[in-house]
């Protein structure tokens, strides 16, 4: 007895269009996506010209209304010591920490000034300024 093979190869799903889509879509995604930056207080730089800021800086945020954040973060108590101890565990792990102090056009300089002795007195050295670009 003689059994008939099959004249056409079994049917198999082609996975690469698939993938090609999938990658196509990916691109797009990568391409459109924006990226923004949060922040705990809504503040209004003063202008100057200068650099851009450092890569691995902490951010210490000064309202004009006196309060502060730190790396996005409100600090419950406006006083030196529970500024020290936020910027302190801010800076755990690195070895030369960088406050880049965000202070708003209309914050009063005692308030920039208690952020840079809770900096100094965390131990931290470098202390940068944040501003806009002026036009």
């Given at each position: ?80 010591a529970s500024l020290t101890a936020a910027l302190q565990k801010a800076s755990e792990g690195q070895q030369e920490p960088t406050v880049l ?35």
């Open positions: 007895m003689r059994f008939r093979t099959p004249d056409h190869e079994p049917l198999e799903i082609n996975l690469i269009p698939l993938i090609d889509v999938l990658l196509v879509m990916l691109i797009f995604l990568a391409a459109t996506t924006t990226f923004m930056r949060h922040q705990a207080l809504t503040i209004t730089l003063p202008q100057a010209s200068g650099q851009t800021q450092p890569t691995q800086a902490i951010e210490l945020s000064i309202h004009e209304s006196g309060r502060f954040a730190v790396n996005a973060v409100l600090v419950d108590n406006p006083s030196v102090i965000r202070a708003a056009a209309n914050a009063t300089h005692q308030l920039v000034i208690t952020g840079m002795q809770a900096a100094r007195q965390a131990g931290i050295a470098r202390v940068h300024f944040a501003t806009q670009a002026s036009e």
